[in-house]
């Protein structure tokens, strides 16, 4: 934890010297990475602001008998159906995914339901489909799906019936 | 727009609603920034002319492994990563190793993993990301196989 914190207070700082240093010296990388950084700070500008209302606004509108009864424990397929459908429908990353797992356990959904909207934020968010369609095809983007939702669910499924027992529940992320 | 209709039906609620976004927000915003900061070094460095030297070539059943790690190391978001996959394809890189590197650049993160950790732990961040590398494999393997590439 400590070891973390001081690596982390030494990496930010350390970021900005390099950016600084290679404008200063010209040096290409350097340039790029800030160029990179920077256009992915305006594109998180753009995501960041409705994701998290939307993230308050699910905790303090949805009940927790809903959410237990559609995503909880003995939701079964249906659950993890609903998850892929959220899964799908979301915009962003996984720095979105995550906070809203928090919130969605609070509320009492199962891990194995977590887990499954975790792994398929990754692989089926839809604008993110339509463009990988464009480029590689639609039989190469359904044999993606064919292969990787079922293996997703055994592990999510695997996962929650490893960690649940234990007592494991996510985290509220960086204090 | 739900913002105002929040509003409209219940102020208090939606102030609260508002703190509750807030906060999440503030807990993910210190790893946020280490895998903006990350993901940006990765693009500096790695550019895309050395991912196209590094995956065209012969001798694909390796280079869809090394693909695997290199996008499991590198983290590019989508819509740079589909329209270079799009060159690859025009380069003539088998859809195996192109399969192989998009679905682990979307699975498994290295940049990414400060922030996994400190909302699931290090262990089941590990296993998640190893459980995706592995799955990344299996999608490549079919991808192979269902554009007859094993074949040839």
Redesign the interface.
């Known amino acids: 934890m400590n070891v973390?914190k001081v690596a982390?207070g030494l990496?930010?700082p350390g970021?900005f010297c390099f950016v600084a240093l290679s404008y200063r010296y010209g040096f290409t990388?350097?340039?790029?990475?800030?160029e990179?950084?920077l256009s992915?700070?305006k594109?998180?500008a753009g995501i960041?602001p409705p994701a998290?209302?939307?993230?308050?606004?699910f905790?303090?509108?949805v009940k927790r008998e809903t959410v237990e009864k559609h995503l909880g424990r003995g939701s079964g397929i249906r659950g993890y159906l609903w998850a892929l459908v959220l899964a799908g429908s979301m915009v962003g990353?996984?720095?979105v995914a995550?906070?809203l797992?928090?919130?969605l356990q609070k509320k009492g959904a199962s891990l194995g339901v977590l887990?499954m909207f975790?792994?398929a934020a990754?692989?089926c968010r839809i604008p993110?489909t339509l463009?990988?369609m464009?480029?590689?095809g639609f039989?190469?983007t359904a044999?993606?799906y064919?292969?990787?939702l079922p293996?997703?669910a055994l592990?999510a499924w695997l996962?929650d019936h490893y960690?649940t027992p234990k007592g494991?529940r996510?985290?509220?992320?960086?204090? | 727009m739900?913002?105002a209709v929040?509003f409209a039906v219940d102020r208090a609620?939606?102030l609260?609603?508002?703190?509750?976004?807030?906060k999440?927000?503030r807990?993910?915003?210190?790893?946020?920034?280490?895998?903006?900061?990350l993901?940006?070094?990765v693009?500096?460095?790695i550019?895309q002319e050395m991912i196209i030297a590094a995956l065209s070539g012969a001798g694909f059943q390796a280079k869809a492994v090394g693909a695997a790690m290199l996008g499991s190391v590198t983290a590019i978001?989508?819509?740079v990563a589909?329209?270079l996959?799009?060159i690859l394809?025009e380069q003539g890189v088998s859809?195996t190793v192109?399969?192989s590197f998009?679905?682990t650049l979307?699975?498994v993160?290295f940049v990414?993993f400060?922030?996994?950790r400190?909302?699931?732990?290090a262990r089941?961040a590990l296993?998640?990301n190893m459980?995706?590398f592995v799955?990344?494999l299996?999608?490549a393997f079919?991808?192979g196989l269902?554009?007859g590439e094993f074949a040839a």
């Open positions: 973390g982390s990496f930010v970021f990388p350097g340039v790029r990475t800030a990179s950084a992915f700070v594109e998180m960041l998290f209302v939307l993230v308050g606004l905790e303090a509108w990353g996984i720095y995550l906070p797992c928090y919130s887990f975790l792994n990754a692989v993110m463009f990988e464009s480029f590689l039989r190469f044999v993606r064919l292969v990787s293996l997703l592990t996962m960690l494991y996510i985290a509220e992320g960086t204090r | 739900a913002l929040s609620k939606t609260k609603a508002l703190a509750v976004g807030w999440r927000f807990r993910v915003l210190p790893m946020l920034v280490v895998l903006v900061m993901t940006a070094l693009l500096g460095f550019s978001p989508g819509f589909f329209p996959a799009g394809v859809y192109i399969a998009t679905t979307m699975m993160g990414s400060p922030l996994e400190s909302f699931l732990g089941v296993v998640r459980a995706g799955i990344a299996a999608v079919a991808v269902a554009f």
